[in-house]
């Protein structure tokens, strides 16, 4: 059986609420109170979305571990 790989996302406070995230991940980021993005579940199966998001933030701010190793995913 093929391992399920989960990520742990978190947005740092340098995040300045472009809303980049938001578009191009709709259902993994969601804009709060603080006025910062904050990720709408903690731990997500591995996504597409999420890389994208991550790649295309102007702050660097969207930060994604593995969920068991805390080890950094490139994107
Ligand atoms: S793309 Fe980055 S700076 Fe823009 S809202 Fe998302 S986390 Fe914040």
Redesign the pocket.
Known sequence: MTPVTSWRLE?TP?????????ALAADE?V?GDDG??HPVREVVGERETVLD?AA????E??LIRDAVTNEPVEW
């Open positions: 947005v340098d995040c300045i609420a472009s809303g980049v995230c938001l980021f804009l910062r993005a998001a295309s933030c102007p702050m701010a969207i």
